[in-house]
Nanobody, 126 residues
Framework: QVQLVESGGGLVQAGGSLRLSCAAS????????MGWFRQAPGKEREFVAA????????SNADSVKERFTISRDNSKNTVYLQMNSLKPEDTAVYYC???????????????????WGQGTRVTVSS
């Protein structure tokens, strides 16, 4: 079992930055694909960014390209989401997810993931 705990959310003004962290425990995630998803009030959960197990391949949703960067530090068993130039429409609960898929391609489909964190709330004020 993998336990995931997100942190780093909060309230920020539009144009600001936040860095979310996802700390894993229970198992090393060095062979796990990781992803970030978000769910805004009244909307379905959507893909944000993903990184393959090695960190050699990443993928972003079109809505966050050029603004968000996913990375991982396997020595710390942690995945990050650097969010820059935040917009009010980025307001959501952000979830970290892990999959034991060891393929090269990052996973954009939430149903590919086996483990989920409880989420961290991000609020961007205009």
């Amino acid at each position: 079992q993998v336990q995931l705990v997100e942190s780093g959310g909060g309230l920020v003004q539009a144009g600001g930055s936040l860095r979310l962290s996802c700390a894993a425990s229970g198992r090393t995630i060095s062979r796990y694909a990781m992803g970030w998803f978000r769910q805004a009030p009244g909307k379905e959960r959507e893909f944000v960014a993903a990184i393959n197990w090695s960190g050699g391949s990443t993928s972003n949703a079109d809505s966050v390209k050029e603004r968000f960067t996913i990375s991982r530090d396997n020595s710390k068993n942690t995945v990050y989401l650097q969010m820059n130039s935040l917009k009010p429409e980025d307001t959501a609960v952000y979830y970290c997810a892990a999959s034991d898929n060891t393929g090269w391609a990052p996973l954009r489909d939430q149903y590919e993931y086996d483990y989920w964190g409880q989420g961290t709330r991000v609020t961007v004020s205009s």
